[in-house]
């Protein structure tokens, strides 16, 4: 697991570096937080959906999605102690805890304070390493899955490329989703290889056309970085750009195990030796 940390560190500072000079989208999040201590602040997106950010793994992200009967959370952060009775609190409802895809700044501490987790059963591989000791049951996702929260219905939709079992969440009659880290908050760390990736960004945005959407919430969100179509679209590009050799590949040796990068408009997508075999 330090491993995993330390790697997402160095991946995290290039995350800094490339978002630092792009252009700011306007900012969603209303002001005023409805809570806040020292480990997440929650602030309000619309009447039924709150996100939360944590301040160990560049705001990596949680959401809690509110129906009229029971609500669910996406993600638990890195550590954010008391997790579960804060969100049950903002929503006074059962919550439910799924896991975006399981890496520690998504399945850290807060985990253990549910009896049960989803996950995407092809991240199992990672359960090990990122969710260490974890007694509760997993329970696994499938894909066009559809969460029915009373009056709101969140589908399901995988999208492997960041880890295999990275997974997305429609809302379709709001017209947005969640992402997580697959379209990486504008630094993408690509885990398996392109071609995975760039097949994730082609089907997401038949979904995109599908059900009008206009944006999905990445898993570092900081108000100004949405996941547009656009960005969608062009990551996939890149990836196949990289591919048939007519993008060409940088190195940066001191990013560890994914040393290569190219970079598009508003977007860095890292990768390794095996994400272009």
Not at 171 to 185: E, K, L, R, V
């Amino acid at each position: 697991m330090k491993n995993i940390f330390l790697s997402m560190v160095a991946c995290a500072t290039a995350f800094i570096s490339c978002t630092q000079e792009q252009p700011k989208e306007e900012a969603q999040i209303t002001d005023g937080a409805v809570y806040k201590d020292e480990n997440v602040e929650i602030n309000q997106l619309d009447a039924h959906t709150w996100h939360g950010k944590g301040h160990l793994m560049f705001n990596e992200s949680i959401y809690l999605i509110e129906g009229e009967e029971s609500a669910i959370l996406l993600d638990a952060g890195t550590k954010m102690p008391g997790l579960r009775k804060i969100v049950e609190g903002i929503v006074n409802k059962p919550v439910t805890l799924i896991a975006t895809h399981v890496h520690p700044d998504h399945t850290g501490m807060a985990v253990n304070e549910w009896e049960s987790i989803w996950i995407n059963a092809a991240d199992e591989v990672n359960v090990p390493r990122c969710m260490p000791g974890y007694k509760g049951e997993k329970k696994y996702l499938t894909d066009g899955q559809v969460f029915d929260l009373g009056g709101r219905k969140i589908e399901v939709l995988f999208g492997p490329g960041h880890t295999p079992g990275s997974t997305l969440f429609i809302d379709a009659d709001a017209h947005y989703g969640f992402s997580a880290d697959a379209f990486g908050s504008t630094n993408l760390l690509v885990f398996t290889d392109l071609s995975t990736e760039a097949g994730t960004c082609e089907r997401v945005t038949r979904f995109v056309d599908k059900y009008q959407l206009t944006h999905f919430y990445p898993g570092h969100y900081d108000g100004n970085n949405l996941e547009t179509p656009k960005r969608i679209k062009d990551i996939k590009l890149l990836c196949e750009g990289v591919l048939d050799g007519t993008i060409e590949k940088k190195s940066d040796p001191s990013n560890g195990a994914l040393k290569y990068y190219v970079d598009g408009d508003g977007i860095r997508v890292r990768f390794g030796e095996s994400g272009i075999r």
